[in-house]
């Protein structure tokens, strides 16, 4: 399904950040060239979305998602979703024009090519963050609250789950997404998420980059601040 989200935001800050901007002297021609690209990525992103919400079962195996083929195994999902009885699973994407632009650009222009697709990424990121909002909006009405979006690849939850997931909610036939041998997702540009529905005593004040396996090795961290999908 398309999303009723009139425009994505996509904050310069972030763009640079993905660039891996550290306060370096940017010359006023890149910082035009930045901008410029930010608004053509506005015109690209055809952002799309799926999800449904499932109950849960967790055993030794894993968390089994009821009425589904679908388990999430790993010792860290379980933990993640612990307190929660409920469980949304989600596929969202910007689309495939963006990604034909980008590869567009690596053949003409490589460093257009490089802030579009950090224009891209945060473009996605931007999506799930109002998806994410809008279910936890939702969850208050029900005097709950949610955890944070969990993907594949995350702790010991493993990236071949991607498949499952995608036939799990037909993200195939609703937004067009499909899965590589190598469990990656196309079009590139799209993400797999688990959120779950905890009661809100349980909810987590703060949840930094810190407490990602990653955090040592991850170069777009940002201290203390929430995690990206």
Do not use: W
Request: hydrophobic share 35%; with cysteine; aromatic share 6%.
């Amino acid at each position: 399904m398309k999303s009723n989200i009139k425009e994505i935001k996509i904050p310069k800050d972030e763009v640079l950040r993905y660039l891996g901007y550290k306060k370096q002297e940017l010359t006023k021609e890149m910082y035009a060239l930045i901008e410029e690209t930010i608004g053509e990525c506005r015109n690209l992103v055809t952002p799309k979305h799926v999800y449904s919400k499932y109950k849960k079962n967790t055993k030794d195996a894993g968390v089994y998602v009821e009425g589904t083929s679908l388990i999430l195994k790993g010792e860290d999902i379980k933990n993640h979703l612990l307190y929660a009885n409920e469980i949304f699973i989600i596929a969202a994407t910007v689309g495939n024009k963006i990604e034909q632009k980008i590869r567009l650009y690596q053949t003409v222009n490589l460093t257009k090519a490089l802030i579009l697709d950090a224009c891209a990424t945060v473009a996605i990121e931007e999506f799930l963050d109002e998806l994410e909002e809008k279910i936890k909006l939702d969850a208050r009405k029900e005097n709950l609250a949610i955890t944070f979006r969990y993907s594949p690849g995350y702790g010991d939850l493993p990236l071949d789950i991607q498949k499952d997931i995608v036939n799990t909610l037909k993200a195939d036939k609703a937004i067009g997404l499909t899965v590589s041998s190598h469990h990656l997702l196309f079009p590139r540009k799209s993400v797999t998420a688990i959120i779950g529905l905890i009661p809100k005593e349980k909810e987590q004040k703060q949840r930094g980059c810190e407490l990602c396996k990653n955090y040592n090795n991850c170069r777009f961290r940002k201290e203390g601040t929430n995690c990206g999908a």
